[in-house]
């Protein structure tokens, strides 16, 4: 069994000096939420997460959801915790005041996610998931759709799928196939997806499906899809469940990991049509998707910031007590003792917390973005639009070295399943794949948010770090510190003139743009956590012994990962020869 | 019935208590608080009597230090209606807590008062029975269970090798046992709430009791360390040592 | 010095924890009184009189002393402790039911479950669970005191002290017995028991916890619980042992499938002699066992009521 304590000094950090919360909700007028607010809430959801999905994870893996005469039924206590959810409330924490939310910023959103993904990743997905078709009926929904579905999405009572793969399209949504055809006033749909995250389950009274399909009349490729509202139940005259949708799940996918969240194959209009209900204007579909894909791949990176907290722990408190050998005296050696062992937890314990800073980080620009004018949006927008693939691609990717590096500690015992490190590993592995590969962030950076927005946003990101390196000079003792940063910096900006040079070899090196970018901006907000630590110990306030062991764990970081840039602009600048000079054939000539 | 909670800001129950080495006391510095467990029950008790229409106000006390507020407002968070802090940086006995107890009780005129039966820090298991001498009011410590009828009260009390059923008069003071009820959680839509309600802040010196001192603390130490002994290899081995070694059967 | 013990009885026998509390009340001074206040109660002061130590016996014989309750038993022991130093009770639920208000009304602290006296006026006692020990001074006149019987030997019984008959009646009209119920278990309570076997998470559920039961019948045990094991809904609360729960002290404790969380450990590891039973090579439990079997426990434990 794999422990779980919510990091609350270190996420207080980051919410109270890091981010300097108090001083956005004071500047804002915000009625009494502070970090103060944010500890209690917190601390409740922690406490909600022990109680009701911390141990609860490892039932998910081993009882996974089964397929029982056309249902979904899921883990044993699952519906349980799920009803607990929505009873105390935590599906609303961050939604509309309008339908039912508590309209709280989405930097608590970001902290109470945290919290739910340590405790139950596989559980976790169900909200999230429905968070996203909150968004998308919030922002593109008619005013009938908001008020028939929004209110119960936002309490949990109903639960939201999206629906947007199909055998043969994935990352290629324009191959999409399924169709819509009008009929009396709503549309009926006919289609197969596949990979629906919960797409069944008993633990609610209704899911709400948004489903990506074609108009009879469509344009062909990304501009002809629209965005449909299908109802697992529709509703009767008073607005609830009544007779069953034509929607069925036809089979659940056998996976790595994740084992307690259903991945369903669903079929739509197997009989007469699936009814649906067109969200906004006809062919919008996919914009209104992309538009909901900054937070949902967010919400993926927390996810890798989540395991990774949780690996770490178990790893933690393994190496604490596992003794191996005996030093000269005779004593016994525990092995968090060992050089090695301390370097792997230090790994952990900075790459996480780099995490930390960087998902807490782009969550409140949401929260600046809405509470700021129309004219400054924009560039907040911008800023979030640069920050997401980097969220998203670099935490789910280090994420997999974190909890590979948890079962190392191990050794041997990690390899067991009863240590329970395993199922980390193996759930751990979805994230750089779902919602957009790592592949794909990386060309949504390097292309979209660099090449064809000529460096700004990039050019400002730079010129922030550039600031915090000069504010380390007047930091004592910080001066490698400084001199790392520093030299990420150069290489980072390295990488935008080759880039401009060579925009055609963009593909082949955005793996490495966005790894680098990733060590960068995490070692650039460590840095500012290593200023903030070093504030409040010369003020002689908070825990000096965790504010010390920050600034070693943001010294740690700048020598083991920061570092990392230099690897990545050094392929970056090899640029695509080698990738691109293989033929096909090539590649099978030591077989063939 | 107006009834009256007191909450103890504690050291959280997990964490691991580490004796100061010049054994002044236990290292409290940055370690995590948290509502002493005995007083999430009374806590809880309080909102039940409430939703059951029994009581038709819950106000919660504490005293100590400023960050006491944070337990309070957990207490608000859980349902109770409004807050009182007697401030105060001085370490309190339970003597001296019982009387400024006393005091608050005088000001509220609650119809009952529930306490925890110990706070899982100094152990001491003393404060509600004090205040009951103090007050007058009957007492009914380590209850298991709660019944008002009237103007009387029905309590049920783990004693040792059992339970134990008394009828109180009112207003009574009751402290809690392990199974009087099981805490809830503070839902999100109360912890909103909460923000909004009440907490008044007070001192010794507005409520007229001077803090004595009854006891002085010499020294804290760390208790005799228990070292393990032998591994067995089987039960065999393990009756024989323990008939023969240690003795026990 | 001049200490009055409050004897802790059911009317009929003396409970033991009053011998231990003598012991306690002998380590401080020589003049050791012993109130018996009941309800037809001549016959445990009689087993009080035979307490080694002990000069005088009162006796408080009053159907409003019946139950001890607080509010009754308070005025009487106010009236008894003038002239007295120190007024000591077990620390069982009795006592820690009287004491306090009879320190409040006296306007002195009371100094909870003491260990250890190492003077008139100083004491040890355990805080956190016994995760530390205070030593602590009263600056009181009267010191009122209770004592955790596990830390005290029972006081021999060969004495002959005199019986005196307190006059003093006080109903204070406000509180009320009505019923008693005693556990209906043949087993002895947790507290008090000499043997303990407890199970912790590693039982899988309740059923279980038959296995236990079966070596504590062997063993005249009682049958405990680990929070964990509490928590995951195998047993009720009241079998907890822990720093929540119980806190025990018996002569043998065997820790079944227990890990050995702090909490747990806070509650049992003052039991003379620890055995723990686990399959996990690792469980902390066995860095505080004195012997320890590393083994299935669904295997281990009816081998041991075999054996037994």
């Not at chain 1, 980390?424 to 950076?445: K, N, S, W």
């Not at chain 2, 999430?40 to 038709?56: C, M, N, P, Y």
């Not at chain 3, 723990?276 to 004195?290: G, R, T």
Request: aromatic share 6%; charged share 20%; with cysteine.
């Amino acid at each position: 069994m794999s422990v779980y304590q919510h990091p609350y000094k270190d996420v207080d950090f980051v919410i109270r000096h890091l981010l300097e919360f108090d001083a956005f909700c004071q500047d804002k007028g915000l009625d009494e939420v502070n970090a103060d607010f944010a500890n209690v809430v917190l601390s409740e959801a922690a406490k909600f997460a022990a109680k009701n999905l911390v141990e609860q994870n490892q039932q998910g893996d081993i009882h996974p959801a089964k397929l029982v005469d056309g249902k979904v039924v899921e883990t044993p206590g699952f519906g349980e915790a799920y009803r607990n959810f929505v009873e105390q409330g935590w599906p609303s924490l961050s939604a509309a005041e309008e339908f039912g939310g508590q309209g709280l910023p989405n930097l608590l959103s970001v902290a109470a996610n945290e919290i739910w993904q340590s405790a139950n990743m596989a559980f976790a997905l169900c909200p999230m998931l429905g968070q996203s078709a909150i968004a998308a009926l919030e922002n593109h929904g008619s005013e009938q759709l908001k008020a028939q579905y929004l209110e119960k999405l936002i309490s949990g009572q109903w639960t939201g799928t999206m629906n947007l793969t199909e055998s043969a399209a994935g990352t290629d949504l324009a191959a999409i196939k399924t169709r819509a055809v009008a009929d009396e006033g709503h549309y009926k749909i006919f289609g197969q997806k596949i990979f629906i995250t919960w797409g069944d389950h008993q633990m609610a009274e209704n899911i709400v499906h948004l489903v990506l399909a074609r108009l009879p009349d469509a344009p062909a490729g990304v501009k002809g899809i629209s965005l449909f509202v299908v109802p697992k139940y529709l509703l009767d005259e008073s607005g609830n469940p009544g007779i069953e949708n034509d929607v069925r799940c036809l089979s659940l996918e056998h996976k790595m990991g994740i084992h307690g969240s259903p991945t369903c194959v669903m079929s739509y209009g197997d009989n007469e049509g699936a009814i649906g209900y067109l969200v906004g204007e006809p062919h919008c579909g996919l914009r209104y998707m992309f538009s909901m894909m900054n937070h949902a791949r967010q919400g993926v990176g927390v996810q890798g910031l989540g395991i990774s907290e949780r690996a770490f722990q178990g790893a933690l408190e393994y190496a604490a007590q596992r003794v191996q050998g005996s030093d000269k005296s005779g004593n016994s050696i525990r092995i968090i003792q060992f050089g090695d062992v301390r370097r792997m937890l230090l790994m952990m314990k900075s790459g996480t917390e780099a995490i930390r800073a960087l998902c807490y980080f782009t969550g409140f620009e949401d929260d600046k973005k809405a509470a700021a004018t129309s004219e400054q949006q924009p560039a907040i927008a911008a800023k979030v639009a640069f920050l997401t693939p980097i969220v998203k691609g670099w935490s789910t990717e280090l994420a997999q070295e974190l909890v590979s590096l948890a079962m190392q500690v191990y050794g041997g015992a990690g390899y067991i399943e009863e240590a329970g490190v395993a199922q980390h590993v193996r759930d751990a592995r979805i994230l750089p794949i779902y919602e957009g590969t790592t592949g794909i962030q990386a060309l949504d950076l390097t292309l979209r948010k660099t090449l064809f927005d000529k460096a700004a946003q990039a050019t400002l990101f730079i010129e922030d770090v550039q600031r915090t390196v000069d504010e380390l000079d007047s930091l004592d003792g910080a001066g490698d510190l400084q001199s790392a940063l520093s030299s990420a910096l150069d290489d980072a900006r390295a990488a935008l003139v080759w880039l401009a040079k060579n925009p055609q070899q963009a593909d082949s090196i955005a793996a490495n743009n966005l790894q680098l970018w990733g060590y960068l901006l995490g070692g650039w907000l460590m840095a500012k956590s290593s200023i903030a630590a070093q504030q409040q110990l010369d003020q002689g306030a908070g825990d000096s012994e965790y504010l010390n062991a920050k600034k070693v764990t943001c010294q740690f970081y700048s020598e083991h990962f920061l570092v990392r840039t230099k690897a990545c602009i050094a392929s970056i600048e090899a640029g695509s020869d080698a990738i691109m000079s293989l033929s096909e054939q090539q590649f099978f000539s030591h077989v063939n | 019935m107006k009834v009256l909670v007191t909450v103890k800001r504690v050291i959280d129950y997990n964490v691991k208590v580490r004796v100061k080495s010049d054994n002044s006391g236990v290292d409290l510095s940055n370690v995590k608080m948290a509502m002493n467990p005995f007083c999430e029950i009374a806590v809880e008790e309080a909102i039940r009597l409430k939703e059951a229409g029994i009581a038709t106000e819950v106000v919660v006390v504490s005293l100590g230090v400023k960050a006491c507020q944070e337990q309070l407002r957990t207490a608000l968070a859980l349902g109770a209606d409004r807050a009182i802090l007697v401030e105060t940086e001085q370490e309190l006995e339970s003597l001296n807590v019982a009387k400024l107890l006393a005091k608050i009780i005088e000001e509220e005129q609650p119809g009952m008062v529930i306490l925890g039966k110990q706070a899982i820090d100094t152990d001491n298991n003393q404060t509600g029975q004090m205040l009951a001498a103090l007050t007058g009011m009957a007492q009914g410590t380590f209850a298991s269970k709660i019944e008002v009828q009237g103007d009387k009260a029905l309590v049920t009390r783990e004693v040792d090798g059992g339970l134990q059923t008394i009828e109180l008069s009112m207003p009574i003071i009751a402290t809690t046992d392990l199974r009087l009820n099981e805490p809830r959680y503070a839902s999100l839509p109360n912890i909103m709430k909460a923000k909004r309600k009440p907490l008044v802040v007070k001192t010794p010196e507005e409520l007229g009791v001077s803090i004595k001192e009854h006891t002085k603390l010499i020294a804290v130490t760390p208790p005799p360390e228990r070292k393990g002994g032998i591994k067995v290899a089987n039960v065999a081995e393990l009756v024989e040592k323990l008939k023969n070694e240690a003795k026990v059967i | 010095m001049s200490i009055l013990v409050i004897a802790e009885h059911d009317n009929e026998s003396l409970k033991s924890a009053t011998l231990n509390t003598v012991t306690a009340a002998l380590a401080i001074g020589a003049d050791v009184s012993v109130l018996v206040a009941g309800s037809q109660c001549q016959s445990v002061a009689e087993a009080v009189a035979k307490i080694s130590g002990v000069t005088t016996v009162l006796v408080a014989d009053n159907a409003a002393y019946e139950h001890q309750l607080a509010e009754n038993m308070l005025p009487l022991i106010v009236e008894l402790a003038a002239g007295k130093t120190h007024l000591l009770a077990p620390a069982t639920t009795s006592g820690k039911n009287i004491m306090p208000g009879v320190a409040a009304l006296l306007d002195v602290a009371q100094i909870s479950e003491i260990i250890r006296v190492e003077s008139v006026d100083v004491f040890e006692r355990p805080i956190y669970a016994g995760n530390a020990i205070a030593k602590v001074q009263s600056l009181d006149a009267v010191k009122v005191l209770t004592v955790r019987t596990t830390a005290f030997d029972e006081a021999a019984q060969e004495g002959s002290a005199s019986i005196e008959v307190v006059a003093s009646v006080c109903d204070a009209g406000k509180s009320r017995f009505v019923s008693e119920q005693v556990a209906e278990s043949e087993r002895p309570e947790l507290t008090s028991a000499k043997i303990i076997i407890s199970g912790g998470r590693g039982m899988g559920n309740g059923e279980n916890f038959k296995i236990l039961e079966a070596v504590a019948d062997k063993l005249g045990a009682a049958v405990g619980a680990s929070r964990a094991a509490v928590d995951a809904g195998f047993v009720s609360n009241d079998m907890q042992v822990g720093q929540t729960g119980k806190i025990v002290a018996p002569d043998l404790y065997i820790a079944v499938g227990i890990s050995g969380a702090i909490q747990h450990l806070a509650g049992m590891k003052d039991s003379k002699v620890i055995v723990a039973i686990n399959k996990d090579e690792e469980a902390p439990i066995f860095s505080i066992a004195d012997y320890g079997l590393v083994a299935d426990l669904f295997e281990a434990v009816p081998e041991l009521t075999e054996l037994l």
